[in-house]
């Protein structure tokens, strides 16, 4: 079965530092890829998606992710974090029917 | 519109004692559904998934069981709680621009 591997459980930056949140998957095959968002107290939103295409793809919020096929990798990125974008980020692989997350990474940004 | 309700909101049972959450979806036909389980430090994960009516795939083997008795509805099941069932559950609906997920239902085992 494919997997999902967040390399960071916990990333704390400063207001204004550039992100970068790792993603790996391990399916070899045909797959979708997202990230999502889950601020505090709030559902799991979708942030951004790749299908197919252009591998660097724009999300919301200023968030972007490049997907390099080679490196079975879609990091999520941002040049700018703000204090309100503190809250896990979860990246997901879906293949057919098989949709899996990541464990997450809880992103911190101090004001 | 397409919503995904899930019933309890909340629910706090004693180890040993049977589990019943419920799942339905409105606004689609013959979707597919999905239960997570989400527990800190552990991301989401898939506990099972369905893509039509008596069709349940298992990706965890644990003591929980799923069925689907109709279209638009998913139930979780366990016969006896364990304390490692505690948690977030997740039902979720896919589609082609990725997963819709319910309002959780928020588990304690004591």
């Known amino acids: 079965a494919q997997s999902v591997s967040q390399h960071n459980h916990h990333v704390i930056l400063s207001e204004a530092a550039s992100l970068e949140l790792g993603c790996n998957y391990s399916y070899g095959g045909t797959v979708n890829l997202f990230w999502y968002v889950q601020y505090p107290g709030q559902h799991l939103q979708l942030l951004l998606k790749y299908f197919s295409g252009d591998p660097l793809v724009k999300g919301i919020k200023g968030f972007e992710a490049e997907f390099i096929k080679s490196k079975f990798s879609f990091n999520l990125r941002k040049p700018s974090v703000q204090w309100s974008d503190t809250a896990e980020y979860f990246c997901?692989?879906?293949?057919?029917?098989?949709?899996?997350f990541g464990a997450g990474t809880r992103l911190t940004v101090k004001p | 519109s397409q919503t995904i309700h899930q019933w309890p909101a909340t629910l706090v049972q004693p180890v040993g004692s049977p589990l019943s959450l419920e799942c339905t979806v409105e606004g689609t036909s013959n979707p597919n559904l999905y239960w997570y389980r989400q527990a800190a430090g552990r991301g989401l994960q898939l506990l099972f998934y369905?893509?039509?009516?008596?069709?349940i795939s298992s990706e965890v083997p644990q003591n929980l069981s799923a069925s689907r008795p109709q279209d638009r509805q998913f139930i979780l099941s366990s016969k006896k709680l364990l304390l490692s069932d505690s948690g977030f559950y997740l039902c979720?609906?896919?589609?082609?621009?990725?997963?819709?997920f319910g309002p959780g239902t928020r588990l304690t085992v004591t």
């Open positions: 369905s893509v039509g009516i008596g069709q």
């Open positions: 979720a609906r896919s589609s082609t621009q990725g997963q819709y």
């Open positions: 997901a692989v879906r293949n057919n029917n098989d949709m899996r």
